[in-house]
């Protein structure tokens, strides 16, 4: 069962997805009385960010990224990005948070789009998947050292980024940008150009 505050809703920019999401006016600590918890994630899942949008909507136009491989979406949030991955033709996708709450909704949400997402991966990947995930220094240290130790294990590494302080492009080469609609109440603005970048 969903839980309160959100909706399934179809997302405009990746209209092939439909995930459970608060409305579009709901502010990120709407659901906790606007007051921020150190012992309780923010619920990020229940937005999908520029990062994993853009991912999904490249996953999406170029299926030939994740077909017959096995994927990882790391920090996945509301799952946006394993769900266009498993829709794109990918063998195996799995999808992991640090927040419980977070991998409980990217299942609902593959659900919701008949598809099944993996707790964890069976097998090294052969695809990382990371969106919007260098939006703090410390967030930002541990994803570089997770995603550069998965390079240099074969896999190939796409994140999502709309230009988050912390971004280490100097890592990445971009592949992809786009205009992506994103909600005002959390981003200060309607849309944000948000590129998806390969690991070098």
Request: aromatic share 8%; glycine share 6%.
């Amino acid at each position: 069962m969903p839980p309160p505050l959100t909706a399934l809703r179809p997302l405009p920019f990746v209209p092939e997805i439909s995930l459970y999401l608060a409305d579009s006016s709901a502010g990120l600590f709407d659901a906790t009385d606007g007051e921020f918890h150190s012992d309780e994630p923010p619920p990020f899942w229940a937005f999908a960010w520029a990062g994993g949008q853009a991912l999904a909507r490249y996953l999406l136009d170029h299926p030939e990224t994740v077909a017959g491989r096995v994927v990882h979406d790391l920090a996945t949030g509301s799952g946006i990005a394993a769900i266009a991955a498993a829709r794109a033709g990918a063998a195996e996708v799995a999808a992991t948070d640090l927040d419980p709450a977070a991998e409980a909704a990217a299942g609902r949400n593959a659900a919701a789009n008949q598809l099944t997402l993996r707790a964890r991966p069976s097998a090294r990947p052969d695809v990382l998947l990371a969106g919007d995930v260098f939006y703090s220094p410390t967030v930002a240290a541990e994803m570089t050292r997770r995603l550069r130790a998965a390079r240099r294990e074969s896999a190939q590494v796409l994140v999502g980024d709309p230009g988050r302080g912390y971004f280490p492009e100097r890592l990445f080469e971009r592949v992809a940008e786009y205009v992506v609609p994103v909600p005002a109440v959390l981003e200060e603005t309607e849309t944000l150009v948000t590129a998806v970048w390969r690991m070098r």
